[in-house]
């Protein structure tokens, strides 16, 4: 589902005012946050979907990694997970629920949590992810509505898992192509989280479904602000521009520069270009915006992590291209 089509469904939805609520749906944020006491918050997700690769473990840490996610992009800490599966019992082995499973499970401890239960569902399709409680300070906290003229913005993975995911399923990517893209699905927010706020950074979003520039621009309305890229900082995963210059498309993509035709300078960026900025992407990395005095200490401490642009004051478009 496109950005545009949830905003239309909420619409007509009144959302319950609270105190305790820090963060809810109003920013399109990651998570929820609901503040227990002066010092501790909780931080609530939910995530799941369709296989993306064949082998079922991987899938099953892929889909963990992914919905873990959200709890980084708040600076929280996971705690606890439960699994939601819906499983073709009638077409598949229950081995390969078993080893989803194991996939998930292994991630989640490697994210420091548990999982502590589930549900269960019979579909026609396989379908695996998590509800995921995480714990944040409430002073603490990261959002995707605290960006501020001045920051840089500092991408943390490199793009293109939609892409190359796809290509993978088509049979037309390579092996390295596709150990690249689960390796990168695999890898944990964990440090690009934890460095964050550690520097006492207060902005960050992951990047997921509505691509690099649809969640860029719920940072830009976040705090009314512009948001201007160096297109040619942003890197591509191996295999994206393999896949781009076949003529490979996805549906999501293409919604998703829907969304954005209006909200977005597109300058000279070329079609190929566009289609990768807004490719959805599956446990993709953090955009943090960040003061320039902290930037080296935070590329030095993320691995992979590149500055891609800049936050400016609010201009004609919510995103500028360069």
């Given amino acids: 589902m496109g950005p545009g089509d949830l905003t239309e469904a909420l619409a007509p939805l009144v959302p319950r ?92 401890e490697e994210a420091g949590a548990v999982i502590i239960g589930g549900h269960t569902v019979v579909d026609d399709e396989v379908k695996f992810g998590l509800a995921v409680t995480g714990r944040v300070h409430p002073e603490h906290m990261l959002t995707n509505a605290a960006a501020r003229p001045g920051d840089l913005l500092i991408l943390t993975k490199a793009l293109g898992t939609g892409l190359v995911a796809t290509a993978v399923k088509r049979g037309t990517a390579s092996v390295s192509h596709e150990r690249a893209v689960v390796a990168s699905m695999k890898t944990l927010n964990r440090q690009a989280s934890a460095t964050a706020v550690a520097l006492g950074l207060r902005c960050a979003t992951d990047v997921t479904g509505y691509g690099l520039l649809g969640h860029a621009s719920h940072v830009a309305r976040g705090r009314h602000v512009t948001l201007e890229f160096i297109t040619a900082r942003i ?15 996805t549906g999501g993509a293409e919604r998703n520069e829907s969304y954005l035709a209006q909200l977005v300078d597109w300058g000279s960026v070329s079609a190929h270009r566009r289609a990768l900025l807004v490719d959805p992407q599956t446990s993709g990395g953090l955009l943090v915006a960040c003061p320039p005095a902290l930037s080296e200490d935070y590329l030095s401490r993320v691995p992979g992590s590149v500055v891609v642009g800049s936050v400016v004051q609010r201009g004609e478009h919510l995103i500028v291209l360069r």
Wanted: without cysteine; hydrophobic residues 45%; negative net charge.
């Fill in 235 to 249: 890197p591509s995963l191996e295999g994206a521009e393999e896949a781009l210059a076949a003529g490979l498309r």
């Fill in 17 to 108: 005012e609270d105190a305790r609520i820090l963060v809810g749906r109003e920013t399109f944020d990651d998570a929820g946050v609901f503040r227990v006491s002066g010092e501790l918050a909780l931080v609530q997700t939910v995530d799941f979907f369709a296989p993306i690769v064949d082998d079922p473990y991987e899938f099953g840490q892929v889909a963990a990694a992914n919905a873990l996610s959200d709890v980084y992009a708040m600076g929280g800490e996971p705690l606890t997970a439960l699994s939601i599966v819906g499983f073709p019992t009638g077409s598949l082995p229950l081995s390969v629920l078993t080893q989803i499973l194991r996939g998930g499970q292994d991630m989640v």
